[in-house]
């Protein structure tokens, strides 16, 4: 079994938004000795360090990460399919924009809005002559402290592991997790 570092502690302490006081209470030790253990004054008893990563795994529990909210089947589209395929998708599912993908990798994005230049002619023409930027990526435990930041400068954020794609979260996901 590793155990964790001060640093390690602090850290974790600090992600969950945490302070030295709520961690203390959780955990049933003082606030002064959460201080004295995360500055490396003083080793704990194996029994008060248990209580700490007890109490923060409690607290870990209760955040929303990516993998609570993504949609694992993702509709999308090739760089190399038609425009007319995109435009059928989206008009298929109700969708304003998708993912463009090239091997489960993320490689930009199509919108409604890319499409208001094109004419009936560039129906045959790829994908890529017409798609946006990528949606950004972010791993399955992102939380949706994260999620929501980056939803206000994008349509969606898709979901990687590894580099490939795994899930896709757009606005619509984020609100009715919090109704």
């Known amino acids: 079994m590793e155990l964790p570092t001060p640093a390690d502690l602090r850290e974790r302490r600090n992600e969950l938004g945490l302070t030295q006081s709520e961690l203390a ?3 049933d030790v003082s606030q002064p000795l959460i201080a004295r ?3 490396g004054d003083v080793d704990p008893r194996l029994s008060t360090l248990r209580r700490i990563v007890n109490a923060l795994a409690e ?30 998708r989206m008009e298929e599912e109700a969708y304003s924009q998708l993912p463009v993908l090239q ?12 499409l ?18 990528s949606f950004p990526t972010v791993s399955e435990d992102t939380t949706l402290d994260e999620i929501t930041s980056l939803l206000e400068h994008y349509k969606a ?16 996901d984020v609100a009715g997790r919090l109704s």
Do not use: K, N, Y
């Not at 990460?65 to 509709?75: F, G, P, S």
């Not at 930009?108 to 809005?113: A, D, E, K, V, Y």
């Not at 954020?157 to 619509?172: K, L, S």
């Open 25 to 27: 209470e959780r955990a």
């Open 116 to 133: 208001v230049h094109a004419d009936e002619d560039d129906r045959a023409e790829p994908v890529r002559e017409f798609m946006s930027e």
């Open 157 to 172: 954020v898709m979901v990687t592991d590894r580099g490939e794609t795994v899930g896709i979260i757009t606005e619509a």
């Open 37 to 39: 253990i995360e500055g």
């Open 103 to 114: 091997d489960g990798i993320p490689v930009g994005s199509i919108s409604q809005s890319d």
């Open 59 to 88: 607290a870990e529990t209760g955040i929303v990460r990516a993998e609570d909210l993504m949609h694992e089947d993702v509709i999308r589209v090739s760089p190399d399919d038609d425009l007319s395929v995109a435009v059928h």
